[in-house]
């Protein structure tokens, strides 16, 4: 066992040489979100809060208070800081769903470095916009995907790109809560013209990156996506009974994804269910195959020890894939790596071009959804 196991293990960057230079970043949006990208800025030596927006009039200023920053500058907007601080070397856009396409486009046309909170947007055409404004601008769009610096996720990513489970053709992946539609601060998730995405956005998002990143995000062809929202019409599983009357988007979505090269992706999400978990996630490869146990409550990582099931001699067997601990905390490894991407020149840490193909599914399933039937997946130039 050790052998196989070995054959997993990674070498380790050697240590950058930091030039001493203050990183300048402002904040787009102050909601609970953006407090944990404030705390994890905060313990970098090298970056210095100098701005925040929010559209909600003293928001900015108590949520700076808050959180303890200092001689920074407050905005109605996220134009309006772009527009004044013009030595500004970066932004964290923490904004509801639908704003994050205009936040991050207005940034990008003006010089500036992005790290936009997941999902990446609400239709596959925002994220296409959003792409092209990168292109252009030639600066960092990094997507906050923080699950993807966990060691258990770089194992399952290593599990596969070792050839161990040869050909992939089979994935199901998803998870969920068996009670969790997220309103303890407010209705921004649930509601349709700010959220525009429910659970399958939420952490749909996260479930897909798990797997497309480990096997190298193939590009998505068609999909049969099927939504549904009934628990957030229930007041019991709201914070507030009134909630109800403005919950409108997912709380459950599921799909069967056709990839390139031949994979069939089966997908479950859900925010509420009558049930602890819609399934482990598998991946089925012509060699082998990968069993990592679904969570309690989705958070981006594994549910306990993973089995890689094979042959040998050709007696079936299974190898256990123990837990890793992961030092430090992955969000404070998102904020570093974006900017270190700055400082370094380095490409993003979690570039556009895949996750775009994240945002065509989640995109196409909402489609399909609608249409009540399969369609193509059609992503734009870029």
Known sequence: MASILDAFKESHEEARVYTG??????????????????????????VEIVALADLVPGKAEAFAEKCGIKNAKYYNSDKELIDN???????????????HAPCAIYALEHGVNVLLEKPMCVTIEEAADICRAEKKSGKILSIGFQPRFDENMKMVKKVVESGVLGKIYYIQT?????????????????????????????IGCYSLDMVLNAIGYP?????????????GKKPEYLEKPEYTEVF????????????EN??????????????????????LGTE??????????????????????????????????????????????????????IEFNLPAPVPSSQIIYNQAIIDGISRSAE???EIEIEIPEI
């Not at 969790?180 to 429910?198: C, K, R, V």
């Open 85 to 99: 601080e013009k030595d500004i070397d970066a932004v964290s856009i923490c904004t509801y769903n639908r704003q």
């Open 248 to 259: 409108g988007v997912d709380d459950f979505a599921a799909a069967f994804v056709r990839l």
């Open 371 to 373: 249409l009540g039937k």
């Open 288 to 341: 082998g195959g990968l069993r990592i146990p679904s969570t309690e409550c989705w958070n981006g990582s594994i549910g306990g020890p993973m089995t890689l099931y094979h042959n040998i001699a050709g007696e079936c067997v299974e190898t256990i894939i123990p837990e890793a601990d992961s030092e430090g905390d992955n969000f404070d490894k998102k904020i570093r790596s974006f900017i270190d991407a």
């Open 21 to 46: 230079k203050k990183i300048k970043v402002g904040i787009i949006g102050c909601g609970w979100i953006a407090e944990a990208h404030v705390k994890s800025y905060q313990k970098c030596d090298d």
């Open 219 to 231: 590009k998505p062809l068609t999909v049969t996506g099927y939504k549904s929202g009934f628990f």
């Open 174 to 202: 998803g998870g969920g809560r068996r009670k969790g539609i997220p309103t303890p601060f407010g209705t921004s998730f649930i509601q349709e013209d700010t959220a525009g995405l429910g659970a399958l956005g939420d």
């Open 262 to 283: 031949d994979i069939i992706l089966d997908f479950r999400i859900a925010w509420a269910m009558h049930i602890n978990t819609p399934g482990d996630t598998i991946i």
